[in-house]
């Protein structure tokens, strides 16, 4: 079964700095997806990769998808605090659910 | 206005008990699925319902059931609560398979004590 590796757990930043979460897939993967998550909150859905090579931006958060279609890496650039939370990455399972990475824990030190 | 409703929000109960999750959708979407999110942040998929069709079951103890009403509704009914239950419940619903277009809830955290 499909299983992904998110990189790092944890990660404690200085507020203005860049930071890059990566997610590795045990197999090719044909949809990708990042969630945030804030404490006591549902996720919500930054991004959708499909394509080998493929790269999405929206505000500073940029997501991209290897050529081999089995990494991908979410880069923040000049964080701030309403970055913190939890971020999961996500494949599409064999009927229709998601499988997700174990989560990335962001804390912005102000 | 929520377009994926779970209550209650917070679930203190007692060992042993039997308990009861809500979810419903205003989406318009056809699947729905219950998710666990373990104390470590693994969020796992637990049941989904197509159409109030069971498709997915995972290995979950027969504890917990699933009840589909109808296509807005999936409720979750726990009985017999262990302390390894604690955990926030998510639900989710999608107009079909594949992520985008998931929309989740805010969770249920449960604590049994």
């Known amino acids: 079964s499909q299983e992904l590796e998110q990189s790092p757990q944890s990660l404690i930043v200085q507020e203005g700095k860049n930071l890059t979460i990566n997610c590795t897939s045990s197999?090719?993967?044909?949809?990708l997806y990042w969630y945030k998550q804030k404490y006591g909150e549902g996720l919500i859905f930054l991004m959708m990769l499909q394509k080998g090579g493929e790269e999405k931006s929206h505000e500073k958060i940029t997501a991209k998808l290897d050529e081999k279609k089995q990494q991908s890496s979410l880069h923040i650039t000049a964080s701030q605090p309403s970055h913190a939370g939890i971020y999961l990455c996500?494949?599409?399972?064999?009927?229709?659910?998601?499988?997700f990475g174990k989560g990335t824990k962001l804390s912005v030190k102000p | 206005d929520t377009a994926v409703s779970q209550t209650p929000k917070y679930l203190v109960t007692q060992m042993g008990n039997d308990k009861s999750i809500k979810c419903e959708q205003n989406l318009g979407h056809d699947t729905m699925y219950w998710y666990k999110q373990d104390s470590k942040k693994f969020l796992k998929i637990m049941f989904s319902y197509n159409n109030k069709e069971l498709i997915i079951n995972e290995t979950v103890p027969n504890r917990f059931s699933p009840k589909s009403p109808d296509k807005a509704h999936l409720n979750l009914h726990i009985n017999s609560l262990e302390l390894g239950d604690s955990a926030v419940y998510f639900c989710?619903?999608?107009?079909?398979?594949?992520?985008?277009?998931?929309?989740f809830g805010s969770g249920t955290r449960l604590t049994v004590v």
């Open positions: 996500g494949a599409d399972g064999r009927q229709g659910n998601l499988i």
């Open positions: 197999k090719t993967l044909y949809g």
């Open positions: 989710a619903s999608s107009q079909g398979p594949g992520g985008y277009g998931y929309t």
